[in-house]
């Protein structure tokens, strides 16, 4: 059991490239987001979807665009990086409903440099 | 929905419990409240979970007033190895859906 496995740990890319940050779960959760993380701001919260075919926005939703064709993947699309974008991202998934929606299981992270 | 308030970064020594302290005045009915460790390098880690009074597991001990507007996370005796992030996480359930809103963190340095 893999759990939440995110793809690359480390990237490096030049403004105005776009680039696919990949994230997968294996433990059929129909919850999945994407957080970005800086320094002094904690987690926000990028875009989230309960189910394949289902997305929406969380916090800071600009510059990025995602897809669920399959219960496992939840991309994350940077479609023209810009410096701003320079941040380590998680993505996260979440048990069905009852005590374990209270529970996020997050991945170890890409940490992304745009140039 | 709920924001969330705790101190920037605290000190301990090994072997002495912590008290991490997390303002959350707008939370509501039906809100839950979690806790969660970070690493260097690594995704946060869920740690505990509650609603009301005092929840307790192998790890931590919650402790939330009944009005709610505040929680405490203990860590028991703790060691080196407890150097980490905390963070206070309301969950919330509006709309059809779950929100997960993290605060900044507390950064906790446990010395030797």
Known sequence: ?115 | LAKTTQPISMDSYEGQEVNITCSHNNIATNDYITWYQQFPSQGPRFIIQGYKTKVTNEVASLFIPADRKSSTLSLPRVSLSDTAVYYCLVVAYTSGTYKYIFGTGTRLKVLA
């Open chain 1, 1 to 115: 059991n893999a759990g939440v496995t995110q793809t690359p740990k480390f990237q490096v890319l030049k403004t105005g490239q776009s680039m696919t940050l990949q994230c997968a779960q294996d433990m059929n959760h129909e919850y999945m987001s994407w957080y970005r993380q800086d320094p002094g701001m904690g987690l926000r919260l990028i875009h989230y979807s309960v189910g394949a075919g289902i997305t929406d926005q969380g916090e800071v939703p600009n510059g990025y665009n995602v897809s669920r064709s399959t219960t496992e993947d939840f991309p994350l699309r940077l479609l023209s990086a810009a410096p701003s974008q320079t941040s380590v991202y998680f993505c996260a998934s979440r048990s069905p409903g009852g005590s374990g929606a209270n529970v996020l299981t997050f991945g170890a992270g890409s940490r992304l440099t745009v140039l």
